[in-house]
């Protein structure tokens, strides 16, 4: 375990569905990510949020919502989604130095989403 | 623009080889950061290089960036099976804040 817990690790989803992917951390980080990452493709920043704070949507579709609780929870509400959705969502956090400076991230495992 | 493009795409050496992987990038950075991943897992943060630094080891890890040419390279040493991964290389440019993006990776397989 790498700090980062992200739930479900599996889900298989039909179009209609609404479903939430959670990602928890309790390292103190302040910010928060998520990522998809597709075959073939380089990872994709979806959101950014540091200290609780949506800074970041990276023209994400609708059908995907982010919710940001606390510090150490981040969620990824899903709703009617599409095939092309499927793929490997990743959350990830990082903590800011006290030079203003960012440290490297710390991923979860990540959830293997598949649409049908 | 993408950010962090590696090269190559794949490598496939021999254990105890040597692998080289480069990276090249576009805006200014305030740093530069190799991670790992296995098959279908998260990513795992190696080591974070400083614009203002030129070489950094970890272990069998060594790191090195050239601002002026905007590219970074990871060598890792004395190779074995279980090094055998994605590596990918990610920068933080100077506006972005906390924001990372990544390159496409370079699949190494490391032969036993």
């Known amino acids: 375990e790498t700090g980062v817990t992200q739930t479900p690790r599996h889900l298989v989803m039909g179009m209609t569905n609404k479903k939430s992917l959670k990602c928890e951390q309790h390292l103190g980080h302040n910010a928060m990510y998520w990522y998809k990452q597709s075959a073939k493709k380089p990872l994709e920043l979806m959101f950014v949020?540091?200290?609780?704070?949506?800074?970041e949507n990276n023209s994400v579709p609708s059908r995907f919502s982010p919710e940001c609780p606390n510090s150490s929870h981040l969620f990824l509400h899903l709703h009617t989604l599409q095939p092309e959705d499927s793929a490997l969502y990743l959350c990830?956090?990082?903590?800011?130095?006290?030079?203003?400076?960012?440290?490297?991230?710390?991923f979860g495992s990540g959830t293997r989403l598949t649409v049908v | 623009s993408q950010q962090g493009e590696e090269d190559p795409q794949a490598l496939s050496i021999q254990e105890g080889e040597n692998a080289t992987m480069n990276c090249s990038y576009k805006t200014s950075i305030n740093n530069l950061q190799w991670y790992r991943q296995n098959s279908g897992r998260g990513l795992v943060h190696l080591i974070l290089i400083r614009s203002n630094e030129r070489e950094k080891h970890s272990g069998r890890l060594r790191v090195t960036l050239d601002t002026s040419k905007k590219s970074s390279s990871l060598l890792i040493t004395a190779s074995r099976a279980a090094d055998t991964a994605s590596y990918f290389c990610a920068t933080a440019p100077k506006t972005s804040g906390s924001r990372l993006t990544f390159g496409e990776g370079t699949q190494l397989t490391v032969n036993p």
């Open positions: 949020y540091n200290f609780k704070e949506q800074t």
């Open positions: 990830a956090s990082s903590l800011k130095e006290s030079t203003g400076d960012w440290y490297g991230y710390t």
